[in-house]
């Protein structure tokens, strides 16, 4: 079996240029931690971290749903063989297309009282009573302190207000919430309050409402280490044992399907951009590799460098996700190349604008023109929100390497 190096340098001989390669087997290392941890609950894969059609396909072949946040989400949910019941719709801003297009396929999320409308509208008029979800924004934040305004669902506090408007909704039924207000959380602690707060909305639902709940969607939020330097592995042990406690404590008061949404926690780590140093050249001291596809084959690191460049001195950057997490983020890789014959250099893409910068002032092995080039962290918000029509250069390919070595 062909190891992943051999596979990166014989991807790069075939196909001459930039391309994205996901791993099976640590996507498998990831959903088996999540299997084993959280048994009680039910997890979604976030489409739109990653919805490469292998990776899609695995992981519906692995036992997980889908959390959409499109109406094309849900179609290619749909093409990889999950159920209507599996693939969960949430998103702000549904059109009466979207809710047309996808209303046989998924459970729709509504984010607002007007898609409720707009839902029970169309089901009316297709002659069909369905059942739907509802984003709630709760009257708390992640840490401590009340909740704060947001583009996504209705406001805690308005539910019972509008009461008669939801009891007046013939062709809908509500029977689930969704509650989601941070990613790339590495408390524990942190994520037991938040799951703790949603059972407390849940059974305001269930008791005050009166509907008849059949699931909780508790968002996403498992994060990754980003940076060794500044994070902490989130403790999976702990979460899972306080997790364990929290569904015991509530399942005789709502016994319904837990929902966690899995973000970037599969699929980050699984993937690696890779390109080819095409030029080296210095200028007033600065060492440059120019590489294929910088800005246009992986966005993420390139945001970190121009935020840092414009950020105050020593300021800690806020994250503003999944665009940017922590400058650090990324690790830059020569193939071949010993640690040992290191240098400073500045790494930079090929195109005609100064923002194309990839990494500042980091130390790297020796590399020549020609050497190729491996970015880490690449398989989750990473070719999706890539500009990579931008100048017109040839388009990353994607490669996904099975188990067993093969790739498709």
Not at 117 to 123: G, H, P, S, T, W
Request: glycine content about 6%; proline content about 3%; some cysteine.
């Amino acid at each position: 079996m062909e190891n992943n190096l051999d596979i990166i340098k014989k991807l790069m001989i075939q196909y001459d240029r930039p391309f994205y390669i996901y791993n099976e087997s640590v996507i498998s290392k990831q959903i088996e931690i999540l299997s084993k941890k959280f048994s009680q609950f039910e997890f979604l894969y976030s489409v739109k971290t990653n919805p490469y059609a292998p990776i899609v396909n695995f992981m519906a072949s692995s036992g997980f749903g889908a959390d959409a946040a499109s109406s094309e989400e849900v179609i290619i949910a749909q093409k990889s063989g999950l159920s209507y019941e599996k693939i969960l719709y949430s998103s702000p801003g549904k059109t009466l297309k979207d809710i047309e297009k996808t209303l046989d396929k998924s459970i729709i999320i509504a984010d607002s009282y007007n898609e409720l409308a707009m839902i029970n509208d169309v089901a009316k008029q297709k002659k069909l009573h369905v059942k739907v979800g509802l984003r709630i924004n709760p009257d708390y934040v992640m840490d401590i302190g009340k909740g704060v305004s947001s583009k996504f669902g209705v406001d805690e506090e308005t539910i019972v207000k509008n009461r008669d408007f939801l009891n007046s909704l013939t062709n809908i039924k509500i029977i689930g919430i969704h509650v989601h207000l941070r990613s790339q959380v590495l408390n524990h602690s942190l994520l037991y309050r938040y799951y703790k707060k949603i059972f407390k909305v849940a059974l305001f639902c269930k008791e005050t409402m009166g509907w008849e709940l059949e699931f909780i969607n508790f968002g996403g939020g498992l994060g990754i280490v980003y940076s060794p330097l500044n994070d902490r592995e989130l403790d999976i042990q702990l979460l899972s044992d306080e997790c364990e406690e929290l569904v015991h404590r509530f399942k005789d008061k709502i016994n319904v399907r837990l929902i966690i949404e899995t973000g970037r926690f599969v699929v980050c780590e699984a993937g690696q951009y890779v390109t080819r140093i095409v030029d080296i050249k210095e200028s007033r001291g600065v060492k440059y590799l120019i590489v294929e596809n910088g800005l246009n084959g992986f966005l993420r690191p390139s945001i970190a460098e121009l935020l840092a460049a414009y950020a105050p001195q020593e300021s800690k950057l806020q994250s503003c996700e999944p665009i940017f997490t922590v400058k650090d983020a990324f690790e830059f890789t020569i193939l071949e190349r010993k640690k040992y014959f290191s240098e400073k250099v500045t790494i930079v893409g090929n195109l005609c604008t100064s923002a194309d910068i990839m990494a500042k002032d980091i130390l790297i092995p020796k590399a020549d023109i020609g050497d190729i080039l491996v970015v880490s962290k690449a398989g989750s918000y990473s070719y999706t929100l890539t500009p990579v029509l931008f100048a017109s250069h040839s388009l990353p390919l994607q490669f996904y390497v099975k188990a067993n070595g093969e790739y498709v």
